[in-house]
């Protein structure tokens, strides 16, 4: 009803809104709270994490060892932390370069169409048919298990759904007035895609890839739970998972490496849905 | 059914009476009025027009009426009696009741008020067998009846069929029997007919005034266009920002005008018939935003006659004359006298010696590829754009006219070479432009630019005003400084202040964005302008601004101007030469009077005789309806196109196709039985 002259630009008024938003506010607070403690690490942790102490094994979370020790008496706090410092830069580098070759791809094949849209988009399906993470595992275990190998088998799955999106964003906006209008006004191809285009659909996909992020942590958790992420004794939260499940009774063991995997993926998922919900124009509270 | 007796509504009796009625919206710390004391009485079998522009609170109105509020909107005082009983407060079992049996609702979009998955027949049905009202077969036959009165054609068919299957005409008119299938006292239709071709919503005013007639069933109709509630309104009201600032018997409303919003709404009514001009009266600036609302008269700031007190103290609704008016000029001295012949009387100057043709295209084509019925079957062709010739003139208008899918978006995109044609050449400036690709085809582009309809669409969000006038001037390699100097310069001509040089697109309003649009496209100062119904999105006070912004800047920069519209009245006021289209080719063709006031071409006479306007300017002329919708594209009839439509059809019209000629003059028409010189005698009548 209301003139759309205070129409407000989606992003900028989300942000203020998004604050108030309490899934919003829960999931920044949880990811920033991992975030500060795993940088701060060598501050909060007391113990070194590759340092074992056989006289201490197992011992139950106390004033001390906040979450316990494992087989080897290592310091379960520790490990977790020091564990986060390979788990979240592994998982932003796997979206990272997921994205970078699926927006690239999705871009030239939806903005060229034709033959090569055809060609990219088979091979991207073809892709998508697998099961993606037993596909990496493949990947993984072709290449043989550490933490390197583990970003290497992820990234090269990770990019399809990129190229699908991208794909469908440029697509639609390509046949935008604006961006015809670019054309009109004598803009080349390349100009288009790239300054007209690209701009606008780039809102959308770093939303992907920020929920991605927690996806990425989650993937890389199950590839090192079945150990061919990175190898002992370098802390990883799948590893750490996966030899404390051998030590069932000792529940501290497997349940705090497993603590930032769930929180985490839970965040990026609320931050992923407030974004979705902000910026759709039929479920943001779009006054009409 | 346990409902009060409806007792049967004398005609004259108050059926529906709205009483200061305020609606607000937004937090209820700060609450927005958007509806600021509405008082409207709908009497039994009338039909009352309530008319207004976005944002003028005519729909918050009308869902307060009903209970239909979405949410976070809320009536804030006043009451709204419906046969004496008032719905304000009542229980939404109650509502749900009256809008089952007594009041009948149509909205704009016929496509999202049905439901896909519902045959129609049932779905007409669907309120008399909720309400119990009837049985199966009851129900079944009153279905059929009113699909018929309708003019639903074959009925037993169409009652089997999903919505996605009828066009739009035929769903709207399948959402009117819906609403009208238990016989309410009331029906309230909000912008029934906007999403409509001309033609069909000629036939939906016509079936609206009918059932009026019939079936005395008392109608509030919503819309923008003054046009069309004028055509069938017995009496009508004008909102302006959230109140009523003139109500009256239609008639006198039209002829004596006593508030100036309505005066300049008249005004700026381009017309189908009479004096052509080449300005429209133009009301300047724009609707003021629900929260920021200025003093007194919410209308003083955009008045003509405003004085001291219009800035003080708000007006009350008033009876002035024959009808009611909210205005302090017209309550103390009234406004000066209104000039009978509506449009400035400036005539266009005719250009007298053809100059240099711009642009000739010659038999193009242009074929959109659509998947076939079946898995395995052929594409199948939309002949979109099916052998159109015709030239441009250096600084000519040229207006383009036809409903929608017949092209002329198509077309216009194929003479700026944005879409590729098929079959056919255009020539331009001298060159032939039809093969023309990479930066032979760019440098072209700088002399020929588009105007876009939808003025959200058109500009990059992400771009500052300025950014996006600069952007054809950077991409073709100005200097920085020119830059700047040509987009202060083009920002000026279309009246944009420099403070919104630095403002994004949604900062602005309707108005402005096209605007900004317009500064765009003349900013390399093109040769030709292609502009694809630019105004069609806009309000009305603000659609007679862009077409004098348009006329202006055509005159001054002595561009060549192709004018796309399915409104024959404003091609009419804006173009010297028309050529009227009707699925992709072109049926009339040639100097505005002459297509206007003669028209040979059944299709044309039909879309003038379509053009909505007040029963008592088009007297006892025939209106010549065209009966249902325009036919597919995919399978366009044989022979004449138009004939599966037309009155005037013979057995040559299914074989031979009709090519566009005349007699020999630059008036032309594609018919084999033109209309002859009686019937054109008779239009021609009225239009002087």
Partial sequence: ?288 | MTHPAVTPPRPGATLLDVGDLQVAVGPARQPLPVVRGVSLQVRAGEIFGLLGESGSGKSMTVHAINGLLPAGARVTGGSVKFNGEELIGTSRRRLSQLRGDSIGMVFQDSLTSLNPIMRIGLQVAEPLLLHGKANARQARQLVGERLRAMGMPDVHEAVRRYPHEFSGGMRQRATIATALIATPQLLIADEPTTALDVTVQAQILDICRRLNQELGVAILLISHDLGVLSEICTTIGVMYAGRIVQAGPTRALLEHPSHPYTRALVESMPRAVGARGARLKAIGGEPPSPDALPAGCKFHPRCAFAIARCGAEEPALVDVGDTRAACWVAQATGLPAFAPDLITANARPQSAAPREVLLAATDLKHYFAVPGETLFARHRHVHAVDGVSLSIHRGETLGIVGESGCGKSTLARCLLRLIDVEAGSIEFMGSDITHLGGDALRRIRQHMQPIFQDPYASLNPRLPVADIVAEPLAVNGFATAEIAARVREALELVGLGRALASRFPHQLSGGQRQRVGIARAIVLRPALIVADEPISSLDLSIQAQIINLLHDLQQRFDLALVFISHDLRIVRQLCARIAVMFLGKIVESGPTEDVCARPRHHYTQALLASVPEPSFVRGRRARGLLEGDPPSPLSPPSGCRFRTRCAGAQGRCAEVEPPLAGNGGAHRWACHFPLDADVSALTEEFAQ
Avoid at chain 1, 18 to 31: D, H, T
Avoid at chain 1, 177 to 204: E, F, M, T
Avoid at chain 1, 218 to 233: D, E, R
């Fill in chain 1, 1 to 288: 009803m209301a003139a759309p002259i205070a129409r407000p630009a989606r992003l900028l008024a989300g942000a203020a809104g998004w604050l108030s938003n309490a899934e919003m506010a829960v999931g920044i607070v949880i990811i920033l709270g991992w975030a500060v403690m795993i940088a701060a690490a060598p501050l909060i942790a007391h113990f070194d994490p590759l340092q074992q102490h056989i006289a201490l094994r197992l011992r139950p979370p106390s004033a001390v060892h906040l979450f316990g020790t494992d087989q080897l008496g290592r310091d379960v706090f520790a490990r977790v932390l020091y564990g986060g410092r390979e788990s979240l830069p592994a998982a932003v580098a796997v979206v990272a370069a997921g994205f970078l070759v699926g927006v690239s791809l999705g871009a030239v094949a939806g903005y060229c169409r034709g033959i090569v849209d055809d060609l990219v988009m088979r091979f991207t399906d073809m892709m998508l048919g697998f099961p993606l993470i037993i596909l990496a595992m493949a990947v993984a275990a072709a290449l043989g298990a550490s933490l390197a190998h583990g970003i290497i088998a992820l990234a090269a799955v990770w990019w399809p759904h990129y190229v699908r999106v991208c794909r469908a964003l440029v697509l639609d906006l390509g046949s935008k007035d604006y961006v015809v209008a670019s054309r009109a006004a004598g803009r080349r191809p390349a100009g288009i895609l790239l300054r007209v285009i690209l701009p606008n659909a780039l809102q959308a996909l770093l939303v992907m890839a920020a929920i991605d992020v927690g996806r990425a942590i989650l993937s890389f958790a199950i590839l090192g739970f079945l150990g061919l992420g990175a190898q002992p004794p370098q802390p990883e939260w799948g590893a750490m998972v996966s030899t404390g499940a051998t030590v069932m009774d000792d529940w501290w063991v497997a349940t705090f490496p497993a603590m930032p995997v769930l929180t985490l993926a839970f965040a990026f998922n609320l931050i992923g849905d407030s974004i979705r919900d902000a910026l759709d124009p039929w479920v943001g509270g779009r006054r009409q």
